[in-house]
Every structure is written in C-alpha cells, then in structure tokens.
C-alpha cells in the first residue's frame, strides 16, 4: 500500500518556493513603486510593508514561526486521515439488540 507524499517535507518546500518567488518580483519591482507613491523603505509599522518583508526574507523569525504552523497543520492533517483509513478498514461491530420489552407492565395504584 502507498502510504503517499510526505505533507510535511511538501509544505516546507511550498514555503520556501513561494518565499523565494515572491521575494524576487518585490525586489525587481522595489524601484518602480516609490515613483508610483508606495512607501518608502523603511516602513515598518504598515502591514502591507510587513508582509511584503516576511516575503523578501527579512524576517525568518516570521517565515519560521509560518513554517511550523504549516507543520503542525500537516501533521493534524494525517493523523485524522491516519484515524479516517483505519477505521474504514475495520468491520463494523455487530449492533447489540436490545433486551425485549415485557409483555405485561405492573401498574401500582393507591
């Protein structure tokens, strides 16, 4: 049986390519924002210039706390699939019937 991709190890690539990718179109395109209005450089309190540095590399105390979040995600991920197969692949318990009721109820009065 195919235990399938390693969630994890794909994750962590995701990640790194998006960073990577994403990181390279901000920096060419770093000149052509300031002469359409965009923030300077030094912007560090917009969450637009945040992001965009989280991208860029320039906090991987960020891009690493992202990283183990996705981790921890992908491992909750296979685990209730690891749940899900498993109990898919045992028989169903046999239902137990109830005991059968009386034929006759005992009604005290007075």
């Not at 990718?21 to 560090?44: I, K, M, Y």
């Amino acid at each position: 049986m195919n235990d399938g991709p390693d969630w994890v190890e794909q994750t962590r690539r995701l990640v790194t390519g998006l960073g990577q990718t994403l990181g390279s179109a901000l920096r060419e395109n770093a000149g052509d924002g300031e002469a359409a209005g965009a923030h300077p450089a030094d912007c560090h309190w917009c969450p637009v210039c945040q992001v965009a540095a989280v991208v860029r590399g320039e906090r991987p105390e960020v891009t690493d706390a992202l990283a183990d979040v996705l981790i921890a995600a992908a491992a909750a991920l296979r685990s209730v699939s690891e749940r899900a197969s498993a109990a898919a692949a045992e028989p169903p318990a046999a239902a137990e019937e109830p005991p059968p009721a009386p034929a006759v109820q005992h009604i005290e009065i007075a």
